[in-house]
C-alpha cells in the first residue's frame, strides 16, 4: 500500500480521500479549512499542519481544490517538504499553461483532471485524463483506481487539461441540451419525469439526462457540479480555443446564461438550474 497525501477535502476531495482509506492506504490530509479533514481523521486519516507536512509524509500527493491559482499556491507550499522521488497529481481543472507552469516547479507532475461530478466522486467511479510521463503514470496509476473506474493517460504534460477543457465543451452542450428540451416539455404541458425517461432512451440520452435530470423534476438545486465551477472552466475553455485560433460558438452560449445566474446570486447551485432560469426567461 502507498503512503498518499491528500491536498483539498472539498465536495470532490473528501470522498476520494475516503476512498483511499478505504483501499488500504496511508493517508495523511489537509484542507484550508481545517474542521472539513476531522471525518476522514476520525476513520484513520493522518491530519497534517500544512502542505508541506503532507509532502514529507507522502510518496505520491494529490492536489484537488477550484481554482488554478490555489492549485499553484499548493504546490509551491508542498514543495519544501517532497520527498525526492515523489510525484505530484493535480486533479483540479485548470489551463494547459497552469499545468505546465505546476510541473516545472516539482520533479515529477501528472495532471490528471477528472469528470463525473460529486456523483463519481462519492461511488468511486470517476474517469481521469492523465498527462505526465508513462513512468510516473504507472506509479500513480494502481493508486488512483481506488476512486476512479477510467484512469487513462491521454499524453504529455498538459495534455489532461487539454482532454478536460474538450470534455467541458461537450458538458455545456450536454447541459443546454437537457434544460431546453426540459423546458419546453415544462410549458408544453408534457409530464417532466416521463419525457425526462422517454428522451433519455432514444438518440436524446446522455449523462445529463440521467443524472441532471432528476434533479430538474425534483427541483433541486443543490451542487452538482456549481455554476461557479462550470463557468470558471469556460473561461480556461475559451483562453485555450484563443490560443487555437477558433471560437467555440456554443459554448459562448452556455457561459453567457450561467454568468447572468451568477450575476443573480445563483452560482452556487448545481448547472441543472439552467432549467428554471429558461423558464424565467420564456416568462418575461
Same mark, same amino acid.
Given at each position: 500500500?502507498?503512503?498518499?497525501?491528500?491536498?483539498?477535502?472539498?465536495?470532490?476531495?473528501?470522498?476520494?480521500?475516503?476512498?483511499?482509506?478505504? @483501499?488500504?492506504?496511508? !493517508?495523511? &490530509?489537509?484542507?484550508?479549512? /481545517?474542521?472539513?479533514?476531522?471525518? +476522514?481523521?476520525?476513520?484513520? $486519516?493522518?491530519?497534517?499542519?500544512?502542505?508541506?507536512?503532507?509532502?514529507?509524509?507522502?510518496?505520491?500527493?494529490?492536489?484537488?481544490?477550484?481554482?488554478?491559482?490555489?492549485?499553484?499556491?499548493?504546490?509551491?507550499?508542498?514543495?519544501?517538504?517532497?520527498?525526492?522521488?515523489?510525484?505530484?497529481?493535480?486533479?483540479?481543472?485548470?489551463?494547459?499553461?497552469?499545468?505546465?507552469?505546476?510541473?516545472?516547479?516539482?520533479?515529477?507532475?501528472?495532471?490528471?483532471?477528472?469528470?463525473?461530478?460529486?456523483?463519481?466522486?462519492?461511488?468511486?467511479?470517476?474517469?481521469?485524463?492523465?498527462?505526465?510521463?508513462?513512468?510516473?503514470?504507472?506509479?500513480?496509476?494502481?493508486?488512483?483506481?481506488?476512486? @476512479?473506474?477510467?484512469? !487513462?493517460? &491521454?499524453?504529455?504534460?498538459? /495534455?489532461?487539461?487539454?482532454?478536460? +477543457?474538450?470534455?467541458?465543451? $461537450?458538458?455545456?452542450?450536454?447541459?443546454?441540451?437537457?434544460?431546453?428540451?426540459?423546458?419546453?416539455?415544462?410549458?408544453?404541458?408534457?409530464?417532466?419525469?416521463?419525457?425526462?425517461?422517454?428522451?433519455?432512451?432514444?438518440?436524446?440520452?446522455?449523462?445529463?439526462?440521467?443524472?441532471?435530470?432528476?434533479?430538474?423534476?425534483?427541483?433541486?438545486?443543490?451542487?452538482?457540479?456549481?455554476?461557479?465551477?462550470?463557468?470558471?472552466?469556460?473561461?480556461?475553455?475559451?483562453?485555450?480555443?484563443?490560443?487555437?485560433?477558433?471560437?467555440?460558438?456554443?459554448?459562448?452560449?452556455?457561459?453567457?446564461?450561467?454568468?447572468?445566474?451568477?450575476?443573480?446570486?445563483?452560482?452556487?447551485?448545481?448547472?441543472? @438550474?439552467?432549467?428554471?432560469?429558461?423558464?424565467?426567461?420564456?416568462?418575461?
Amino acid at each position: 500500500m502507498a503512503q498518499v497525501g491528500f491536498i483539498g477535502l472539498g465536495v470532490m476531495g473528501a470522498p476520494m480521500a475516503g476512498h483511499l482509506l478505504r @483501499a488500504g492506504h496511508e !493517508v495523511t &490530509v489537509w484542507n484550508r479549512t /481545517a474542521s472539513k479533514a476531522e471525518p +476522514l481523521v476520525s476513520v484513520g $486519516a493522518r491530519p497534517a499542519a500544512d502542505p508541506a507536512a503532507v509532502a514529507a509524509a507522502s510518496d505520491i500527493v494529490m492536489i484537488c481544490v477550484s481554482r488554478q491559482e490555489d492549485m499553484l499556491e499548493m504546490v509551491d507550499r508542498l514543495s519544501p517538504g517532497l520527498r525526492g522521488d515523489a510525484i505530484v497529481v493535480d486533479h483540479s481543472t485548470t489551463t494547459p499553461a497552469a499545468a505546465l507552469g505546476a510541473a516545472r516547479r516539482v520533479p515529477a507532475f501528472i495532471d490528471a483532471p477528472m469528470t463525473g461530478g460529486s456523483m463519481g466522486a462519492q461511488a468511486g467511479t470517476l474517469t481521469l485524463f492523465c498527462g505526465g510521463s508513462l513512468e510516473h503514470f504507472a506509479v500513480v496509476e494502481p493508486v488512483l483506481a481506488a476512486y @476512479a473506474k477510467r484512469v !487513462v493517460h &491521454v499524453g504529455s504534460q498538459a /495534455a489532461g487539461q487539454r482532454m478536460k +477543457l474538450a470534455n467541458q465543451i $461537450a458538458v455545456g452542450g450536454a447541459l443546454i441540451g437537457l434544460c431546453e428540451a426540459l423546458a419546453f416539455a415544462e410549458k408544453a404541458g408534457l409530464d417532466l419525469e416521463l419525457t425526462r425517461e422517454l428522451l433519455n432512451t432514444g438518440a436524446a440520452g446522455s449523462w445529463a439526462f440521467t443524472h441532471y435530470g432528476p434533479k430538474i423534476v425534483n427541483r433541486d438545486w443543490s451542487p452538482g457540479f456549481s455554476i461557479d465551477n462550470q463557468t470558471k472552466d469556460f473561461v480556461y475553455c475559451q483562453q485555450e480555443a484563443s490560443e487555437l485560433g477558433m471560437a467555440l460558438p456554443g459554448t459562448e452560449v452556455v457561459q453567457g446564461l450561467l454568468t447572468e445566474m451568477q450575476a443573480a446570486g445563483r452560482g452556487a447551485e448545481t448547472t441543472a @438550474a439552467l432549467f428554471e432560469w429558461l423558464l424565467k426567461e420564456s416568462a418575461s
